[in-house]
């Protein structure tokens, strides 16, 4: 009986070790900003235009045993858009009211992965406003780097953003976000 108790005992103190030593293989990988990107498309019946964001904050949890991406997490700031034409930066500002709202993020809930495909969902945070999404990537495996991309549509009347015009005519409601993480193994 006095050695069935000590086992216990010797148990109940292993086992937050073996917890903690199976999470040992999860770390939290961070995007590299010179290289990792998003980018959006929007369409004005007069022309069509890109802005890219260059200054990407995003981190994903990755068990390194199981090569698996447990959860993502991605911040940009709303005034590091560039689409190479100063005043319609000036005016995307004035309209995403970057002042009040100066940063779009999305987090993850649930990750899916299926060989080269992840199927994420979580929410995202744009003027103000949380919406549930679902992003569908791929990633691609090198030797000491891990690439997802991916894109995924918004609607600017979903988050109350007004549409932008010019001469009386607004862009398209529906705008493509593009993206490409690039994360150091």
């Not at 103190?13 to 999470?23: G, N, V």
């Not at 319609?88 to 809930?109: G, I, N, Q, W, Y």
């Amino acid at each position: 009986m006095l050695k069935m108790k000590i086992y216990h005992k010797y148990l109940l103190l292993l086992l937050p070790l073996l917890a903690f030593t199976s999470k040992s293989d999860s770390s939290k990988l961070i995007a590299d900003k010179r290289i990792s990107t998003v980018t959006y498309a929007m369409n004005h019946p007069m022309h069509a235009w890109e802005g890219v964001c260059k200054d990407v904050n995003s981190v994903i949890v990755y068990d390194k045993a199981t090569k698996t991406i447990q959860q993502v997490a991605v911040s940009i700031k709303v005034d590091a858009f560039n689409s190479g034409n100063a005043n319609r930066d000036s005016h995307a500002m004035e309209v995403l009211e970057s002042l009040k709202f100066p940063k779009v993020t999305f987090v993850s809930s649930k990750i899916k992965s299926l060989s080269d495909m992840l199927t994420v969902e979580g929410n995202l945070n744009f003027h103000g406003i949380s919406k549930p999404i679902t992003i569908v990537a791929s990633r691609e495996d090198f030797i000491n780097k891990l690439v997802i991309e991916g894109k995924f549509d918004v609607s600017l009347t979903d988050f109350k953003v007004e549409r932008p015009s010019l001469f009386g005519l607004k862009t398209d409601d529906i705008f493509n976000v593009k993206f490409k993480l690039i994360f150091n193994l």
